[in-house]
């Protein structure tokens, strides 16, 4: 059986890049969203023992994820950094072809309000259920819902720029 550090090291090998990409679309800044994965690698790693297995373990980290960039977010040293920088990438997953495309997804992702990109991004990025985005979070389904909704209508808007503006 592993001990706590070669386990936390093999779900950082394994999810690693999905945290940094969730906390860099939370948090819109590169650095700030690194601070943030480490700072969840630590806490994974001080909390493996307590670790029970009830949630999917991609689950338990993205929480971690979310609480700390939540903490980030509220501290006075976010307010006074460089706010509204664009991801240097989007998803592997992610359909768009061509740069210009990514770019402005990401753009629209990073003006959405925190709530809305939240959720946007435990839903229709991490590919969380609305009922697992909506645990993950800690508000109710229906707020969940809520919020994914408004977050695809307000990226809507954004991008029909985008979409019009093509040749």
Request: some cysteine; proline content about 1%.
């Amino acid at each position: 059986m592993k001990n706590g550090a070669e386990k936390t090291e093999e779900l950082f090998k394994k999810y690693g890049d999905e945290i940094l990409r969730t906390c860099m679309l939370i948090l819109r800044n590169r650095a700030l969203a690194e601070d943030a994965a480490m700072t969840v690698y630590e806490k994974a790693f001080s909390a493996f023992h307590g670790f029970r297995g009830e949630a999917d373990e991609k689950t338990w980290l993205i929480r971690i994820a979310v609480n700390v960039c939540r903490n980030i977010l509220k501290s006075s040293a976010y307010r006074t950094s460089a706010e509204g920088e664009i991801p240097d990438t989007v998803s592997e997953r992610d359909e768009y072809s061509d740069a210009e495309t990514k770019a402005a997804v990401s753009q629209a992702l990073m003006s959405l309000h925190d709530i809305y990109r939240e959720a946007a991004v435990l839903h229709l990025y991490n590919g969380f259920t609305l009922k697992e985005a909506a645990k993950l979070a800690g508000v109710s389904q229906s707020a969940m819902t809520f919020r994914v909704s408004k977050a695809k209508e307000l990226l809507r808007k954004a991008l029909e720029e985008c979409y019009y503006d093509r040749p």
